[in-house]
Nanobody, 116 residues
Framework: VQLQASGGGLVQAGGSLRLSCAAS????????MEWHRQAPGNKRELVAS???????KYVDSVKGRFTISRDHAKNTVVLQMNSVKPEDTGVYYC???????????WGQGTQVTVSS
């Protein structure tokens, strides 16, 4: 099982970026799909979560700016990043989790750099 992340790059503050994460198996297998990020010198943090049941959740710092969604036709989870800020800089990882039987999969990460 693999997750392939793409879409990172360099963007100016206030701009937008769209990250995609393609799963090698049917995405609905996973109970939740998430985006995490890790800034230099910081711990990896959860940015956005998309459960199979219930509403998406976001860390406070990105609420109103980022949107997580699933494209079932492409078997992909997308993170739309708008009004980006320099503090959004980091490596973004997609993550998929199945509760039972347990299955946890990390993507390889994609670099996002926001210039001021």
């Amino acid at each position: 099982v693999q997750l392939q992340a793409s879409g990172g790059g360099l963007v100016q503050a206030g701009g937008s970026l769209r990250l995609s994460c393609a799963a090698s198996i049917e995405m609905s297998v996973f109970d939740v799909m998430e985006w995490h990020r890790q800034a230099p010198g910081n711990k990896r943090e959860l940015v956005a979560s998309s459960p199979n049941v219930g509403a998406a959740k976001y860390v406070d710092s990105v609420k109103g700016r980022f949107t997580i969604s699933r494209d079932h036709a492409k078997n992909t989870v997308v993170l739309q990043m708008n009004s980006v800020k320099p503090e959004d800089t980091g490596v973004y990882y997609c993550y998929a989790r199945k509760f039972f039987p347990p299955l946890n999969v990390w993507g390889q990460g994609t670099q996002v750099t926001v210039s001021s």
